[in-house]
């Protein structure tokens, strides 16, 4: 079936929009999904948002990336179809898929529910699945996923507003919790105010914790303190304001997608405390030692988090009623959308109105 074109690998025939070349602009696509197994779960795709990673993707600005590739790792709709031995879910249920379609189920990873980091973890787009054919993500009319990657969907959350949280909410919610910094009563700081920025100081709020947000945008302060809830903001490149906070977090997550520096943001953290990078996953840092050895500080990071974090993750979310602040956009919109994100012209998230915007391209 790898052998054969994205239309013919499948039985069941698909479309989406998909990037062809390192331009990254996207445009309709034919291809095919496979037929529904007995523990597969066919989803009429509704919502999908677009993260910082697409982009990345599209770009192929990591170097492993290859085309015909369609975007997606934060997709919500229905199940339109269940395989005769699934359990979780039933057709018509609210559902949502995220990076995760596929791991070994074998290795130490994923025994200790840690399938994000299984060296043969199958990502939504972008990977080999089983039967050696590519993925293709959300954005698309619809996907069939393992029910065991299938997230049941919370009834009180807003299908757009909750569909960033399939890959935004879970890369800092898993850090989170893994690190320590949700416990109530700490002080922790949130760098970067952007889609996983915003969701940090939700869930940082909703774990009890005192956030300060730290940006290089004074312009963000109102918003982050009487929009988002955040208790103080601290513009990075003020250093007046930098050294008078100095020694006062117990832990920083840090969300902004490119490469900084980071010696400022480590003077804030109190001593035996950590510094958390979930954004520029595509780069290298400078490692300042000095506040690190001084005060016995880690720099820690994280990717993802695991099909069962991000089940706990979408409930805590409907229990607080955390989603993302997001644009909906019509399926036409996406590449304008792409220039958007790649300038953080957006508050907070985009999110495609897959169900109603996206129709067939014309047969190839």
């Known amino acids: ?3 054969k074109s994205p239309e013919e690998q499948h039985p069941v025939k698909a479309y989406g929009w998909a990037a062809r070349d390192s331009s990254g602009i996207l445009s309709p ?20 948002g677009i993260c910082h990673s697409d982009l990345q993707a ?15 790792f934060e997709t919500v709709g229905v199940a339109s179809e269940v395989g005769s031995k699934v359990t979780k879910v039933k057709v018509g249920d609210k559902v949502a898929v995220g990076i995760i379609v ?22 939504a787009y972008g990977s080999v699945d089983h039967d050696g054919t590519p993925t293709y993500g959300g954005f698309s009319n619809e996907t069939v996923v393992n029910e065991k990657f299938v997230f049941r969907f919370p009834e009180n959350l807003s299908l757009p507003g909750g ?53 290089t945008s004074p312009s963000k302060k109102d918003e982050a303190i009487n929009f988002l809830g955040a208790d103080g903001f601290l513009v990075s490149g003020d250093a007046e304001q930098m050294q008078a906070a100095a020694g006062t977090l117990d832990g920083i997550i840090d969300t902004v997608p490119v490469v900084h520096s980071i010696e400022t943001l480590l003077w804030l953290l109190k001593n035996h405390s950590k510094l958390v990078l979930v954004g520029a996953t595509g780069g290298s840092f400078d490692l300042p030692i000095l506040p690190l050895a001084m005060g016995r500080r880690t720099v820690a990071s994280s990717i993802g988090g695991s099909t069962k974090e991000a089940q706990e993750m979408l409930d805590f979310a ?26 953080s012209d957006v508050r907070y998230r985009f999110v495609i109105d897959i169900g109603n915007t996206l129709t067939p391209p014309p047969e190839s």
Do not use: Q, W
Not at 32 to 41: F, K, M, N, Q
Not at 58 to 72: D, S
Not at 179 to 199: I, N, T
């Open 163 to 215: 569909a960033p949280l399939l890959n935004a909410g879970i890369t800092v919610y898993s850090p989170m919790r893994f690190y320590g910094l949700d416990k109530p009563g700490m002080h922790l700081g949130v760098v970067g105010l952007g889609g996983l920025g915003h969701l940090a100081v939700k869930f940082g709020k909703a774990f009890g914790a005192k956030v300060t947000v730290i940006s």
């Open 1 to 3: 079936m790898a052998g």
């Open 29 to 48: 696509f034919n291809f095919s999904r496979r037929a529904t197994g007995d523990h597969d779960v066919r989803i009429k795709i509704l919502y999908c």
């Open 102 to 123: 596929g791991s070994c189920g074998e290795c130490n990873e994923c025994v200790n529910d840690r399938d994000c980091y299984c060296p043969r973890m199958t990502a």
């Open 318 to 343: 409907a229990e607080h009623n955390i989603t993302a602040n997001v644009e909906i956009i019509p399926m036409d919109y996406v590449n304008t959308a792409m220039e958007r994100v790649e300038k």
């Open 58 to 72: 599209a770009k192929n600005e990591m170097g492993f990336y290859k085309y015909p590739l369609v975007p997606g």
